[in-house]
């Protein structure tokens, strides 16, 4: 291992995740990872029913409280299995056969969150993207709502497609959100959401840790019987703590907290993030060489999906883009092409060398 400082041997990374973090954490994570509050023992070893590690947990949450101005009306807690555990654990808590929920159907993601919802009750799909090859997020009057849905279960932001809604989907029913690529990249509307969810790895922190805010009104409905682990309320009752939990990775979450709320809070955030991705969608337009994926009306500004005119030259985008320090930015495997993900912690700089090396590429090769 070197000792060089993190800045002069780090490249630009695009990838979906897991994906890149904001470097002040990573620097307060290496000296914590050797000795945390002065404690004399690393985040790593500590018990998670001690008070060093308690404290961290109550610095995530009062902060992530802080980040999205979140009531006293939800509850806010950190568990493992990533946002396809919230999948299943949404309908476990809140479905039975005699009870349905509706979804919107944008992509590769809500696909999962349907399979695992029929398990458990039933899904009326208010909106099937597949015929479109989920090119756009539906206006409203693509979306035909049932009559009296448990929850209206949307993904914000599509990570595959490169599609995001712009506001949440117009409804009087609570909602249940996927908001694990663009959690906290801008202000939200906490209040219209019975459950919204987030791993880690795209803009929060590590993966292995994943955010759940559930309102408590809702949360009393919820199904008896179910296990622990997967008891939303069992869950909220033991403080994230039933069992051993994932410390590190909530750990950083709650330094990732802090870092956003250090720089303007999510309006800060959603500035910074506009920015990025007009820098790369006007290097989309302003060539004859690019083309984007996701429908103008609908893009995502956490991933930018785009081609350039055949497969041999998005391969050749890919290794050329590696060689100046550009990384992670082949498309998913569904949809082939090019994937610029543009998460908080990507600097503004890596914005503006992802579009000057576009222009570079589409000059040499159109
Ligand atoms: C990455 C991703 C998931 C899956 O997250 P896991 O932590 O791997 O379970 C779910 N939904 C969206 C929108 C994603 O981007």
Redo the contacts with the bound molecule.
């Keep these: 291992m070197t000792t060089a400082t993190a800045t002069s041997t780090r490249i630009f990374n695009f990838a979906p995740?897991p994906a890149v973090l904001p470097e002040q954490c990573l620097k307060q994570a290496q000296q914590d990872i050797w000795n945390i509050a002065d404690s004399g023992i690393g985040v790593l070893e500590h018990s998670h029913r001690g008070s060093v590690i308690k404290k961290v947990f109550e610095e995530a949450e009062a902060d992530c409280r802080k980040v999205a101005n979140i009531s006293d009306d939800y509850a806010v807690i950190f568990q493992q299995g990533?946002?396809?555990l919230q999948f299943a654990m949404c309908p476990m808590n809140f479905l039975t056969p005699d009870k349905t929920a509706d979804y919107l159907h944008t992509g590769a993601?809500s696909k999962k969150a349907i399979r695992e919802a029929k398990l458990f009750g039933n899904v009326h799909l208010a909106y099937d993207g597949t015929g479109d090859n989920f090119d756009h997020i539906p206006g409203p009057d693509e979306i035909n709502y049932s009559a009296n849905p448990e929850y209206v279960y949307y993904?914000d932001?599509?990570?595959i497609f490169g599609t995001e809604w712009s506001a949440p989907p117009q409804t009087d029913h609570l909602l249940v959100a996927?908001m694990?690529?663009n959690m906290f990249s801008r202000p939200i509307d906490i209040n219209r959401h019975a459950v919204l969810f987030a791993?880690g790895?795209?803009n929060l922190g590590p993966?292995g840790g994943?955010l759940v805010i559930i309102r408590k009104d809702f949360l009393e409905k919820a199904n008896a019987d179910l296990p622990v682990m997967l008891d939303y309320q069992t869950q909220v009752d033991k403080g994230s703590m039933l069992n051993t939990p994932p410390v590190f990775a909530v750990y950083f979450m709650g330094l990732v907290f802090k870092w956003i709320l250090a720089n303007g809070g999510l309006k800060g955030m959603a500035k910074r993030n506009d920015e990025k991705a007009k820098l790369i969608y006007d290097a989309i337009d302003g060539s004859d060489f690019y083309q984007a994926v996701a429908r103008p009306d609908s893009r995502s500004r956490m991933n930018v999906t785009f081609r350039t005119p055949n497969e041999d030259l998005d391969a050749k985008f890919v290794a050329e883009a590696l060689e100046n320090d550009l990384s992670g930015l082949k498309g998913h495997r569904s949809v082939g092409g090019l994937r610029a993900s543009l998460y908080n912690a990507l600097p503004m700089d890596g914005a503006k060398a992802l579009a000057q090396f576009m222009a570079d590429f589409a000059q040499k090769n159109g």
């Design positions: 995740g990533g946002s396809t993601w993904c932001n599509n990570t996927d694990c690529s791993s790895q795209k993966s994943t």
